[in-house]
């Protein structure tokens, strides 16, 4: 869930599709959608990797970019560093996800509050659009 904006916001895979390179955004947490629920695997090195629930993809940088406003979408899991997040403690209890490959940290795009806003990585910074929430 992320912090920005002062809405409860949720990352979401394009319309649930099980597409590979499906685009990530965000929308009004809906409550048990599975879409927008994500499951925290262990990955190599100590990392994480983010898996959707309904489709058992994994958040990715398109092409493993290291560039700002490189797109999230869904692929297949795998052992790519763009796959791989650390968790880093931000504040109110939030977490920055930073991608291993990059040292980029997830963002929503403009810090943008509204419904379908994209979801890219960009330099780690202290914006609440970078501010993610873990819960059960």
Do not use: Y
Not at 11 to 18: A, E, K, N, P, Y
Not at 21 to 27: C, M
Not at 101 to 116: F, I, M, R, T, Y
């Amino acid at each position: 869930i992320n912090g920005g904006g002062g809405t409860v916001t949720d990352v979401q895979i394009d319309g649930g599709t099980w597409t590979t390179g499906s685009v990530s955004f965000i929308l009004d947490l809906v409550g048990s959608t599975n879409n927008q629920k994500f499951r925290v695997r262990a990955a190599a090195n100590g990392a994480f990797n983010l898996m959707n629930t309904k489709t058992g993809k994994c958040l990715d940088i398109s092409g493993a970019s290291k560039d700002n406003g490189a797109k999230v979408q869904q692929w297949d899991c795998g052992t790519g560093t763009n796959q791989a997040v650390r968790f880093t403690p931000a504040v109110g209890g939030a977490f920055k996800v930073r991608f291993e490959h990059s040292g980029k940290c997830l963002d929503v795009a403009a810090s943008n509050p509204e419904n379908l806003a994209i979801i890219h990585q960009w330099d780690c910074g202290n914006g609440a659009n970078q501010d993610w929430f873990l819960r059960r």
